[in-house]
């Protein structure tokens, strides 16, 4: 499964951004998906989830209320939307493609060069 990207910008606080995943392969259907993100200077940090199915989603403490996932598998894509955005929202973000799920980065085999999502005051 390749994986890219896309989406990311330049928002002010309190905008919106979704981002999108697109993946190659007829397997993707078979994969949990997920969204990580690095901030400058820290890990890379998890922040949601979401099953093979579509069916159940796994958000960080941090995003709760203002980050939501889906996915379509007819598209082969996931998405990532993101509301009421914050300073501290600013990161590259990636997505990952794996066979178990998580919060884990270390359970995703498949990655996608990130998108930079970058927001200001």
């Known amino acids: 499964v390749q994986l890219q990207a896309s989406g990311g910008g330049l928002v002010q606080a309190g905008g919106s951004l979704r981002l999108s995943c697109a993946a190659s392969?007829?397997?993707?259907?078979?994969?949990?998906m997920g969204w990580f993100r690095r901030a400058p200077g820290k890990e890379r940090e998890f922040v949601a989830a979401?099953?093979?199915?579509?069916?159940?989603?796994n958000l960080a403490d941090s995003v709760k209320g203002r980050f939501t996932t889906s996915r379509d598998n007819a598209k082969n894509t996931v998405y990532l939307q993101m509301n009421s955005l914050k300073p501290e929202d600013t990161a590259v973000y990636y997505c990952?493609?794996?066979?178990?799920?998580?919060?884990?980065?270390?359970?995703?085999?498949?990655w996608g060069p990130g998108t930079l999502v970058t927001v200001s005051s």
């Open positions: 979401i099953t093979w199915s579509g069916d159940s989603t």
């Open positions: 990952g493609g794996s066979p178990i799920g998580g919060n884990s980065p270390l359970s995703y085999n498949y």
């Open positions: 392969g007829r397997t993707f259907r078979n994969y949990f």
